[in-house]
């Protein structure tokens, strides 16, 4: 006997709009029928009413169709009964004589000392242990034309039939139960073929390569996890078994012990469904009134081919005792009470702070610092041309409201030195006797200069952070847009400690120290023991009272 194998034929390899067929020879063992199929009829654009024509060897000639010939076309194929040696070579066929393609036919002998062809063999595997098959292929064009097709199975070229118990013939397929690596090697299926009242061997060499098996997937029981439900009397419960074992079969099953709940036999389902690349097998039922009795374990049996069966439970248990609302009653007053005073603290700081001042500072004891001004101003004295609305606020406004009304006391450069001292000297001595140190801004700093030379700004200022640790207050005379014009110290305080913006007018109501801006200032002066009470109803102050003398 000689047996053979079809080898893949045919390659399509797409780049861009270029199609490349690569064509496999087919080899056929000598001396048995074959039949072989055009390529082109697996082509997604053929049409259902199409012709084939096979031509043979380079030949313009087509082939037969007479059946009585050993090479002749019948249908779509071409047909070898049966093969001989000189049969090897191209055949070419076309479709609807306009597409042409070929295939390769390569008659072979036995190998030495087979009785088949090593390069016309089939691989097929199974897994050791596992029950698998064997399937003949290459038959399906015989069946076609016979009514009766009996296959036999050898194994290594030997002519005894398979007696071996574990093997069993069905159809086209030899099944092997519980291989072993012994059943590894050549087997040979083959059947009888007539034609024009002609007896042929058809065979195919299968080679069989016994696997190890796999390792062994582990069941996941996904739920339950020997849990607990708590669930309310008359509520309604659906309890679930779910678990997966990749895409093999896995079962589930529910032990009651004594008593089935009432609802599971009309609620009971079982189902599998694909989710994230494995198989989750699913059983649940519903209780629909829970009871006494329903408050106990709910055990899920899980098994699986190969492994040991695994239980798990859930138990249904009545719901705990709620503390945690009285709790969270408890903690959440006082929380909100925090919360508010916190709410109060950050909205009306300002106003406690100053009330605070006003009702409770008499009760401290006061204790001298040895200073003598509540704060040093700075301010940019008016160049020429230039309005002079920063004199008429430092010199008038100032000292009504922080002074007059709020009794604090103000060192001023301008009105409190005097004649002839060293502009360095008065403002190193009296920043060092003050509490605070104002600065007051103004948006328009070309036409004015602060103090006498930015040299005395920097030692204001010096003296104030650094010798003294003296707190700085700024003050703008409306809002300066450009930040950049501002000395480097300056912009620094700002960014650090922020500035009040004096946004009022000359007018009665801007000078009362009951504003939001007033109070603001107040709040950053240091408390006063000897504060008056304040007078709601001070001197207005206008351009028109401003008479310092600029002399």
Same mark, same amino acid.
């Given at each position: 006997m000689i047996f053979?194998?079809?080898?893949?034929?045919? $390659?399509?390899?797409?780049? %861009?709009?270029?199609?490349?067929? $690569?064509?496999?020879?087919? %080899?056929?063992p000598v001396g048995e029928p074959w039949a072989i199929r055009c390529p082109l009829r697996l082509l997604p654009s053929l049409q259902s009413n199409y012709s084939i024509t096979w031509y043979g060897n380079g030949s313009d000639i087509p082939i037969t169709k007479d059946n009585f010939?050993?090479?002749h076309q019948r249908g779509e194929l071409l047909w070898f009964i049966p093969t001989y040696i000189e049969d090897s070579g191209f055949y070419h066929c076309t479709i609807d004589n306009s597409t042409r393609d070929s295939k390769e036919l390569k008659v072979v002998e036995n190998s030495d000392g087979l009785c088949f062809n090593e390069e016309a063999t089939y691989p097929q595997k199974v897994v050791l242990g596992q029950n698998g098959n064997l399937a003949c292929p290459d038959l399906n064009d015989f069946e076609d034309e016979n009514t009766e097709f009996d296959l036999q199975w050898y194994k290594d070229c030997s002519l005894k039939l398979l007696d071996d118990k574990r093997f069993q013939a069905l159809g086209h397929s030899l099944f092997i139960n519980n291989p072993s690596k012994k059943d590894e090697g050549m087997y040979i299926c083959q059947a009888k073929y007539t034609y024009m009242g002609k007896q042929y061997n058809v065979s195919r060499a299968i080679n069989l390569t016994i696997l190890d098996p796999p390792p062994k997937v582990p069941v996941e029981i996904i739920y339950p996890n020997n849990n607990s439900i708590e669930i309310k009397l008359g509520s309604s419960v659906i309890i679930e078994c779910n678990a997966s074992r990749g895409f093999l079969r896995v079962s589930l099953f529910w032990d009651f012990g004594d008593e089935e709940p009432e609802d599971f036999k009309s609620t009971h389902i079982k189902y599998s469904e694909p989710l994230l690349g494995k198989m989750i097998w699913r059983s649940k039922f519903n209780i629909s009134n829970v009871k006494y009795k329903d408050y106990r374990k709910y055990f899920c049996a899980v098994s699986s081919f190969g492994l040991k069966e695994q239980v798990v439970y859930v138990q249904l248990q009545p719901p705990a005792p709620n503390f945690q609302g009285y709790l969270i009653g408890g903690l959440a007053s006082p929380l909100f009470v925090i919360l508010a005073a916190l709410f109060a603290y950050k909205f009306f700081k300002v106003d406690i702070v100053l009330r605070y001042r006003e009702n409770c500072y008499s009760l401290h004891k006061e204790v001298s610092d040895g200073k003598l001004y509540d704060a040093y101003v700075l301010y940019p004295q008016k160049g020429t041309d230039c309005t002079y609305s920063s004199d008429i606020f430092v010199l008038d406004v100032l000292p009504e409201v922080l002074e007059n009304q709020c009794g604090y006391k103000l060192f001023i450069f301008g009105r409190d030195d005097f004649p002839g001292q060293a502009v360095v000297n008065v403002v190193e001595e009296n920043i060092k006797r003050s509490r605070r140190l104002i600065i007051v801004l103004v948006p328009n700093s070309s036409c004015c200069r602060l103090q006498s030379s930015t040299s005395v700004h920097e030692i204001a200022v010096y003296s104030a952070l650094i010798r003294y640790g003296i707190k700085v207050i700024l003050i703008e005379l409306d809002k300066i847009k450009d930040d950049d014009?501002?000395?480097?110290s300056i912009r620094y305080l700002k960014q650090k400690h922020g500035v009040l913006t004096w946004q009022g007018d000359f007018s009665v109501k801007s000078q009362m120290a009951t504003t939001r801006f007033w109070k603001n200032v107040r709040y950053q002066m240091p408390a006063n023991p000897n504060s008056p009470s304040l007078d709601l109803h001070p001197s207005m102050v206008t351009s028109n009272s401003y008479h310092r003398s600029e002399g």
């Amino acid at each position: 006997m000689i047996f053979a194998s079809v080898r893949p034929c045919w $390659i399509s390899l797409a780049y %861009f709009s270029f199609g490349l067929c $690569i064509n496999f020879p087919t %080899f056929v063992p000598v001396g048995e029928p074959w039949a072989i199929r055009c390529p082109l009829r697996l082509l997604p654009s053929l049409q259902s009413n199409y012709s084939i024509t096979w031509y043979g060897n380079g030949s313009d000639i087509p082939i037969t169709k007479d059946n009585f010939s050993r090479i002749h076309q019948r249908g779509e194929l071409l047909w070898f009964i049966p093969t001989y040696i000189e049969d090897s070579g191209f055949y070419h066929c076309t479709i609807d004589n306009s597409t042409r393609d070929s295939k390769e036919l390569k008659v072979v002998e036995n190998s030495d000392g087979l009785c088949f062809n090593e390069e016309a063999t089939y691989p097929q595997k199974v897994v050791l242990g596992q029950n698998g098959n064997l399937a003949c292929p290459d038959l399906n064009d015989f069946e076609d034309e016979n009514t009766e097709f009996d296959l036999q199975w050898y194994k290594d070229c030997s002519l005894k039939l398979l007696d071996d118990k574990r093997f069993q013939a069905l159809g086209h397929s030899l099944f092997i139960n519980n291989p072993s690596k012994k059943d590894e090697g050549m087997y040979i299926c083959q059947a009888k073929y007539t034609y024009m009242g002609k007896q042929y061997n058809v065979s195919r060499a299968i080679n069989l390569t016994i696997l190890d098996p796999p390792p062994k997937v582990p069941v996941e029981i996904i739920y339950p996890n020997n849990n607990s439900i708590e669930i309310k009397l008359g509520s309604s419960v659906i309890i679930e078994c779910n678990a997966s074992r990749g895409f093999l079969r896995v079962s589930l099953f529910w032990d009651f012990g004594d008593e089935e709940p009432e609802d599971f036999k009309s609620t009971h389902i079982k189902y599998s469904e694909p989710l994230l690349g494995k198989m989750i097998w699913r059983s649940k039922f519903n209780i629909s009134n829970v009871k006494y009795k329903d408050y106990r374990k709910y055990f899920c049996a899980v098994s699986s081919f190969g492994l040991k069966e695994q239980v798990v439970y859930v138990q249904l248990q009545p719901p705990a005792p709620n503390f945690q609302g009285y709790l969270i009653g408890g903690l959440a007053s006082p929380l909100f009470v925090i919360l508010a005073a916190l709410f109060a603290y950050k909205f009306f700081k300002v106003d406690i702070v100053l009330r605070y001042r006003e009702n409770c500072y008499s009760l401290h004891k006061e204790v001298s610092d040895g200073k003598l001004y509540d704060a040093y101003v700075l301010y940019p004295q008016k160049g020429t041309d230039c309005t002079y609305s920063s004199d008429i606020f430092v010199l008038d406004v100032l000292p009504e409201v922080l002074e007059n009304q709020c009794g604090y006391k103000l060192f001023i450069f301008g009105r409190d030195d005097f004649p002839g001292q060293a502009v360095v000297n008065v403002v190193e001595e009296n920043i060092k006797r003050s509490r605070r140190l104002i600065i007051v801004l103004v948006p328009n700093s070309s036409c004015c200069r602060l103090q006498s030379s930015t040299s005395v700004h920097e030692i204001a200022v010096y003296s104030a952070l650094i010798r003294y640790g003296i707190k700085v207050i700024l003050i703008e005379l409306d809002k300066i847009k450009d930040d950049d014009s501002l000395p480097e110290s300056i912009r620094y305080l700002k960014q650090k400690h922020g500035v009040l913006t004096w946004q009022g007018d000359f007018s009665v109501k801007s000078q009362m120290a009951t504003t939001r801006f007033w109070k603001n200032v107040r709040y950053q002066m240091p408390a006063n023991p000897n504060s008056p009470s304040l007078d709601l109803h001070p001197s207005m102050v206008t351009s028109n009272s401003y008479h310092r003398s600029e002399g």
